[in-house]
């Protein structure tokens, strides 16, 4: 078997007990022989074995039980959000976006502090003023969607909308692309009824006008 001698050791390591593990030679739930096995076959110390195993604890694909040893808990590092992402279709992406900001304007009319007013009120000005390119009126929309979710002072929310935002912003700019038209004074008014609503503490409303809102999105993608 080849050594391994290049630098960072132990991340290859690890890449290497990985590429055995996709291949089968150690099944689901199955025990890893010990550091003094493994670390001869790729050519390092079980010190670095020590360390890829550390790493691929963390991603999910080993465990270790004291005691007991090493086992197979995944036969793959799991794949990250922006990755899936990247190939979800538009719509699961504005649906996924109901499910956060639905939720997120409730919490913000219940929650928004005056600096979260003034941010509000800022990014929904910008969002009114000439929409100049379409890059530009898209970004200015998500600033003041995300100002919405960051009143709701729920981190969680907020990193997950930050998770949609680049798949989001991707198909919105095609999207107006196609339709050749943004901007326009009803879906500026449309936008001012939420941030009227988080301001009047009314989260009923709030959360309503949002579904509302991405579901006239969700209908324009037909």
Same mark, same amino acid.
């Given at each position: 078997?080849?050594?391994?001698?290049?630098?960072?050791?132990?991340?290859?390591?690890?890449?290497?007990?990985?590429?055995?593990?996709?291949?089968?030679?150690?099944?689901?739930?199955?025990?890893?022989?010990?550091?003094?096995? +493994?670390?001869?076959? +790729?050519?390092?110390?079980?010190?670095?074995?020590?360390?890829?195993?550390?790493?691929?604890?963390?991603?999910?694909?080993?465990?270790?039980?004291?005691?007991?040893?090493?086992?197979?808990?995944?036969?793959?590092?799991?794949?990250?959000?922006?990755?899936?992402?990247?190939?979800?279709?538009?719509?699961?992406?504005?649906?996924?976006?109901?499910?956060?900001?639905?939720?997120?304007?409730?919490?913000?009319?219940?929650?928004?502090?005056?600096?979260?007013?003034?941010?509000?009120?800022?990014?929904?000005?910008?969002?009114?003023?000439?929409?100049?390119?379409?890059?530009?009126?898209?970004?200015?929309?998500?600033?003041?969607?995300?100002?919405?979710?960051?009143?709701?002072?729920?981190?969680?929310?907020?990193?997950?909308?930050?998770?949609?935002?680049?798949?989001?912003?991707?198909?919105?700019?095609?999207?107006?692309?196609?339709?050749?038209?943004?901007?326009?004074?009803?879906?500026?008014?449309?936008?001012?009824?939420?941030?009227?609503?988080?301001?009047?503490?009314?989260?009923?409303?709030?959360?309503?006008?949002?579904?509302?809102?991405?579901?006239?999105?969700?209908?324009?993608?037909?």
């Amino acid at each position: 078997m080849t050594q391994l001698r290049r630098e960072p050791l132990a991340e290859r390591a690890a890449e290497a007990l990985l590429e055995r593990i996709r291949a089968g030679e150690w099944a689901l739930g199955q025990k890893l022989p010990g550091e003094t096995t +493994l670390a001869p076959q +790729l050519g390092v110390g079980r010190s670095t074995i020590r360390e890829a195993i550390r790493e691929l604890a963390g991603c999910g694909v080993l465990a270790s039980r004291q005691g007991a040893g090493v086992f197979v808990l995944a036969l793959d590092r799991p794949e990250g959000l922006e990755s899936r992402l990247d190939r979800a279709d538009i719509t699961s992406v504005l649906e996924a976006r109901m499910a956060i900001e639905v939720e997120a304007s409730a919490l913000a009319a219940e929650r928004r502090t005056p600096a979260d007013v003034r941010a509000i009120t800022r990014a929904a000005q910008v969002r009114g003023e000439q929409p100049g390119t379409i890059e530009e009126h898209v970004d200015a929309d998500t600033a003041l969607h995300r100002s919405i979710v960051a009143a709701a002072h729920n981190t969680i929310l907020t990193e997950l909308f930050d998770g949609f935002t680049p798949r989001s912003r991707r198909a919105m700019i095609e999207m107006l692309r196609i339709r050749g038209e943004y901007g326009s004074d009803a879906d500026q008014q449309g936008h001012l009824r939420i941030v009227e609503a988080i301001l009047d503490r009314d989260a009923r409303a709030a959360s309503t006008l949002t579904r509302e809102h991405l579901r006239e999105l969700k209908a324009q993608l037909r």
